[in-house]
């Protein structure tokens, strides 16, 4: 199992840029989320799935969106993206909400 | 809703000393964990404490769990240089098994 995997690691966008943070589980996990940290700090929860074609918002969900097509891809989207996006996005699943398996992250830079 | 904290934010110490990181979290949690994050790096899981009483051990680490207080605790042992990191605490809330993470504490060991 290649377990959560996360495209891309880096990415450089301009204010105003959109783009796709990509995550992949091939654990057939029914619960997947979304969160991002920045400097020094700790994770904070965007969004969550708890299954195909059902999603929530988390704790910072403004200037994101998801969708959950499929079991295995929980795709997040920037549009308009702004300095304040600037974090590392970790995507996470889990079975049953027992165990997490994180992605190696996504670092972003909004100039 | 569920907030956690951790103290002390950053913590020097000496190699051969020990020391507890502390947390707190506002609202009742099934289970609470405790992750491991090399710089640059992703989250390692380190422990889940799932009721009342519950002591983990792993190496120089030992966690436990007062769900009564409200208060997990990460007792390091005999520090070495290889467990600086940074150490975070999280509880679990809601039906979709959310993580709400602390601002993490900061470990330096020196030699």
């Known amino acids: 199992n290649a377990g959560v995997t996360q495209t891309p690691k880096f990415r450089i966008l301009k204010i105003g840029q959109s783009m796709t943070l990509q995550c992949t589980q091939d654990m057939n996990h029914n619960y997947m989320y979304w969160y991002r940290q920045d400097p020094g700090m700790g994770l904070k929860l965007i969004y969550y799935s708890v299954g195909a074609g059902i999603t929530d918002k988390g704790e910072v969900p403004n200037g994101y969106n998801v969708s959950r097509s499929t079991t295995e891809d929980f795709p997040l989207r920037l549009e308009l993206a702004a300095p304040s996006q600037t974090s590392v996005y970790f995507c996470?699943?889990?079975?049953?909400?027992?165990?997490?398996?994180f992605g190696p992250g996504t670092r972003l830079t909004v100039t | 809703e569920l907030k956690v904290e951790q103290n002390p934010l950053f913590l020097s110490m000496q190699e051969g000393k020990n020391y507890t990181i502390y947390c707190n979290y506002s609202t009742t949690s099934d289970r609470l964990y405790w992750y491991r994050q090399d710089p640059g790096k992703s989250l390692e899981s380190l422990f889940v404490?799932?009721?009342?009483?519950a002591v983990k051990q792993e190496g120089r680490l030992m966690a436990s769990l007062d769900t009564k207080a409200r208060l997990s605790t990460l007792h390091i042992t005999a520090a070495v240089h290889d467990l600086s990191a940074t150490y975070f605490c999280a509880a679990v809330t809601g039906t979709a098994s959310k993580l709400t993470f602390g601002t993490g504490t900061r470990l330096q060991v020196t030699l």
């Open positions: 404490l799932l009721s009342n009483g």
């Open positions: 996470a699943s889990s079975l049953s909400g027992e165990t997490w398996y």
